[in-house]
């Protein structure tokens, strides 16, 4: 059993800057993909970015330049800046943990104009 414990998030100026992190714990073996996704009521979940095993970052074009993935063994992260209201959304962490599929419970990203 795995489990994806996500926290950072909040309401941030528009402008201003946040910082998500995801953990994961349980039964690890290994880790393969992480990324984050979001979702924007009414529409659907989108990828924001993601990043391999060995580094290599791909970034949705509405977040180039200001949101940043990085990981470390288990968790990953995404650091956000300048900020806008468009960005408001509810935020997911995804990984392939052991083979398996697995994503965060969410958290609440709001920026205000």
């Known amino acids: 059993q795995v489990q994806l414990v996500e926290s950072g998030g909040g309401l941030v100026q528009a402008g201003g800057s946040l910082g998500l992190s995801c953990a994961a714990s349980g039964s690890i073996s290994s880790t393969n993909a992480m990324g984050w996704y979001r979702q924007a009521p009414g529409l659907q979940r989108e990828l924001v970015a993601s990043?391999?095993?060995?580094?290599t970052t791909n970034y949705a074009d509405s977040v180039k330049g200001r949101f940043t993935i990085s990981r470390d063994k288990n968790t990953v992260y995404l650091q956000m800046i300048s900020l806008k209201s468009e960005d408001t959304a509810v935020y997911y962490c995804w990984m392939i943990v052991s083979k398996g599929d697995y994503w965060g419970q969410g958290t609440q990203v709001t920026v205000s104009s």
């Open positions: 990043i391999t095993t060995s580094g």
